[in-house]
């Protein structure tokens, strides 16, 4: 049986791609066969995020129209041979596939994964509804700011119209200092107003960018950083494991005393 896993959130840029990216890779790494699916119709991204862009031949599209059979189109990860992505069409519109060929192709996908992440587009319109066509369940990203959690709370109410009840959160670029001086919600705020369970907390952190631009997932990079291992932990959450959450507040306030020790001494 596979799993079915739209991210999504409503409001853009707060980090789908960077999330469904790097939780497919932890999930390879650990053994298990996934394709991520890029539903950005006209704008995709997963490609340079996994540094695949070179070796787009086909995309969803192209299946589709029968120009190509689905398994042409499947880009294979040569560094995570458990992994691989079935791109979205970059010069066409979100209208140019519908939720019933997205379901078509998902279906086909879902014999031979363990898992499929799809990548929904910001918004709820064509491209949203084509995510979640196929979906059992869904990964809410969201930042800790009121923008995004608002929009973040109306797809929640959308997702469970359509009967996806499974939605956990995650609680991307918290930046504890900011916190900390209520400048920023907290991840208990954020819980409070959107009500669903947590299944990860991402920090703020620069490396992030680094990695995307190089092409590689932060994940799978030599170095374990704190972002890094709040990816892997998530994985691990999906996966069943009882991990526990990283205290980001705490990390914070080790670096600010050793930072104060320093200058006292
Ligand atoms: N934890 C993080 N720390 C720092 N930067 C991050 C983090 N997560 C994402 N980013 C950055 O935020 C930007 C937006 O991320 P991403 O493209 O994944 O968002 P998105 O929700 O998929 O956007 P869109 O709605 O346009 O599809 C990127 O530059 C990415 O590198
Ligand atoms: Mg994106």
């Given at each position: 049986m596979s799993r079915i896993i739209v991210t999504t959130s409503g409001k853009g840029g707060v980090g789908k791609s960077t999330v469904t990216a790097n939780l497919g890779t932890a999930l390879a790494m650990q053994k298990r066969k996934v394709a991520l699916v890029d539903a950005d119709f006209g704008l995709r991204n997963?490609?340079?995020?996994?540094?695949?862009?070179?070796?787009?031949?086909?995309?969803?599209?192209?299946?589709?129209?029968?120009?190509?059979?689905?398994?042409?189109?499947?880009?294979?990860?040569?560094?995570?041979?458990?992994?691989a992505l079935l791109p979205a069409a970059q010069n066409r519109t979100k209208e140019s596939i519908n939720p019933e060929q997205m379901k078509g192709l998902?279906?086909?996908?879902?014999?031979?994964?363990?898992?499929?992440?799809?990548?929904?587009?910001?918004?709820?319109?064509?491209?949203?509804?084509?995510?979640?066509?196929?979906?059992?369940e869904a990964l809410i990203v969201t930042t800790p700011e009121v923008t995004a959690v608002r929009d973040a709370d109306r797809v929640i109410g959308l997702l469970e119209a359509h009967g996806i009840n499974n939605i956990q959160l995650i609680v991307n670029r918290l930046r504890p200092e900011m916190v900390q001086l209520n400048d920023m919600m907290s991840v208990d705020d954020v819980?409070?107003?959107?009500?669903?369970?947590?299944?990860?907390?991402?920090?703020?952190?620069?490396?992030?960018?680094?990695?995307?631009?190089?092409?590689?997932?932060?994940?799978?990079?030599?170095?374990?950083?704190?972002?890094?291992?709040?990816?892997?932990?998530?994985?691990r959450r999906l996966e069943g494991e009882q991990v526990p959450f990283l205290d980001l507040m705490a990390a914070h306030n080790n670096l600010v005393n050793r930072i104060k020790r320093f200058f006292r001494s």
């Amino acid at each position: 049986m596979s799993r079915i896993i739209v991210t999504t959130s409503g409001k853009g840029g707060v980090g789908k791609s960077t999330v469904t990216a790097n939780l497919g890779t932890a999930l390879a790494m650990q053994k298990r066969k996934v394709a991520l699916v890029d539903a950005d119709f006209g704008l995709r991204n997963l490609d340079l995020l996994l540094g695949l862009e070179n070796r787009v031949v086909y995309t969803a599209l192209d299946a589709v129209a029968g120009q190509c059979r689905l398994e042409q189109a499947l880009v294979k990860d040569k560094r995570q041979p458990h992994l691989a992505l079935l791109p979205a069409a970059q010069n066409r519109t979100k209208e140019s596939i519908n939720p019933e060929q997205m379901k078509g192709l998902i279906d086909v996908l879902s014999k031979t994964h363990d898992y499929i992440i799809v990548d929904s587009p910001a918004g709820i319109e064509m491209g949203f509804r084509n995510a979640i066509a196929a979906a059992q369940e869904a990964l809410i990203v969201t930042t800790p700011e009121v923008t995004a959690v608002r929009d973040a709370d109306r797809v929640i109410g959308l997702l469970e119209a359509h009967g996806i009840n499974n939605i956990q959160l995650i609680v991307n670029r918290l930046r504890p200092e900011m916190v900390q001086l209520n400048d920023m919600m907290s991840v208990d705020d954020v819980l409070e107003i959107l009500a669903i369970p947590l299944i990860g907390i991402v920090p703020d952190d620069e490396r992030v960018i680094v990695a995307s631009n190089r092409g590689e997932p932060i994940v799978a990079g030599r170095k374990l950083t704190l972002p890094a291992m709040a990816f892997l932990n998530i994985a691990r959450r999906l996966e069943g494991e009882q991990v526990p959450f990283l205290d980001l507040m705490a990390a914070h306030n080790n670096l600010v005393n050793r930072i104060k020790r320093f200058f006292r001494s």
